[in-house]
């Protein structure tokens, strides 16, 4: 769960006591140093810390357990997650000398932006974006009819759920994004919209920056399962939503999963009003082993119970997420099983004509079958929206544009 580089080194030791633990809650207690036991008077307690990915909590146990008063924590976290800094050199309220301690923690520029394309159809914004390590990921940025832009954020490379329809999976698992990998995706979003004049009120703090031109949602939903990528996903919600931070309300965010049961309840806990989307894409367990390994260790009923057993949330919206694949998932008694439970759980359901991709198996339905689909399950009593995927232009199936890059 912890990813720590030298297990000896006291850094990593005092980045474990700082991080474990974090999903329930169980920060280190103020002056609990046992960890450290070890370290040299001259030892830099943030050298090769992943600061980028520290929720603000964690940050100040972390400059505590440093000696550091905890009002500098609070002002690098506004450094990090307000004004997007990534330079140490221009943090100038933070002493210097405590400036040169934190330039050898982990790298702030933890990806690089090397491919972006632009939708002449929706003006959509596919961005590929390659970690420290070399891999690419995406993220796609959303104009949509209402005005609002929203931001689909990837929470891996590569994704090992392998469901059959999916560019993603065909591309090499290499690994999980950390937080502060998630988090700086939006930082990007952000970064471009005010170059290019988006900026709008509400700011923490009242600054006119970069992030008074945030996104208004964002959606777990490039590639990756999140849910496979739980710590990481948690804490860069836990940034995302801080009023001191991003500023995001859980309620513009949702998490999407293929059905990782496990981890439903675990991130429901935790992030209470944040929307969660179901990919279903198959009524039948028949047809989703096919298509979704994960049903076979998870059917379809198990989670739909899942989902019910979740404590109330006044805010948590549920959508089922089902990409219409021509002969496969699009006949009547499809759209009224989907209707069915969409009812039982009061779900949103978002149908999605598919997106062919170079080498896909599947295809889309014609026009007329997906109009009867949508018309025979909202007529069966569901909350149905058709939605077409953005930017067909350029790539729009999740992971595309990222294999085009890889190869
Ligand atoms: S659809 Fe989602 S969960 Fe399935 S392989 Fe693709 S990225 Fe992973």
């Known amino acids: ?48 810390i992943d600061l980028l990915s520290l929720p603000r909590p964690a940050l100040k146990a972390l400059f505590q357990a440093a000696g550091q008063p905890a009002f500098r924590a609070e002002q690098l976290f506004r450094w ?20 040169a301690q934190l330039a050898e923690a982990r790298t702030l520029a933890v990806l690089t932006a090397t491919l ?4 002449a159809l929706d003006a959509s914004q596919k961005i590929v974006l390659l970690t420290d390590a070399g891999h690419a990921i995406e993220t796609v940025i959303m104009p949509m009819d209402s005005g609002h832009v929203t931001q689909c954020l ?45 900026r709008r009120g509400g700011v923490a703090g009242g600054e006119d920056g970069p992030l008074s031109a945030r996104p208004h949602n964002l959606v777990f939903m490039g590639m990756g399962e999140p849910l496979d990528n739980l710590q990481a996903v948690s804490d860069a919600l836990d940034i995302l939503c801080d009023a001191k931070g991003f ?7 949702t998490v999407s999963t293929s059905g990782l049961a496990k981890n439903v309840a675990k991130l429901a806990a935790a992030h209470p009003n944040v929307n969660l989307a179901w990919s279903l894409t198959a009524t ?35 959508t089922f997420e089902y990409a219409l ?38 295809q889309r339905p014609e026009r007329l079958v997906i109009q009867r689909f949508v018309d025979v399950a909202r007529r069966a009593g569901a909350s149905i929206t058709l939605r077409e995927s953005k930017g067909q232009d350029i790539g729009a199936a999740c992971g595309q544009l990222a294999g085009e890059k890889a190869a």
Request: hydrophobic share 40%.
């Open 1 to 48: 769960m912890i990813r720590v580089q030298s297990p000896s080194s006291s850094a990593a030791l005092l980045l474990f006591a700082v991080t474990s633990g974090r999903l329930t809650g169980t920060l280190p207690r103020p002056g609990r140093r046992a960890c450290c036991a070890g370290m040299t008077e001259n030892a830099n307690p943030f050298r090769e």
């Open 80 to 99: 990090l997650h307000v004004r997007l800094e990534r330079d140490w050199t221009r943090m100038t309220d933070l002493p210097a000398g405590l400036r």
């Open 116 to 119: 972006e394309r632009v939708s």
């Open 154 to 198: 990837s929470s891996q490379v590569g994704c090992k759920m392998a469901c059959d329809f999916c560019a993603t999976a065909r591309l090499p698992v290499r690994q999980d994004l950390t937080a502060g990998q998630i988090v700086e995706q939006v930082a990007y979003a952000c970064r471009l919209g005010f170059a290019l004049g988006l």
């Open 247 to 253: 500023d995001f309300s859980p309620r513009r965010i």
């Open 284 to 318: 039948t367990d028949e047809v989703r082993d096919r298509l979704m390994p994960v049903n076979k260790g998870v059917p379809i009923r198990r989670m739909v119970d899942v989902l019910l057993a979740l404590p109330p949330s006044p805010h948590r919206k549920i």
């Open 325 to 362: 694949l021509k002969g496969v998932n699009d006949t009547d008694d499809d759209a009224l099983r989907l209707a069915e439970m969409a009812r039982e759980l009061n779900a949103h359901v978002n149908a999605i004509p598919f997106n062919a991709w170079p080498g896909a198996d599947y």
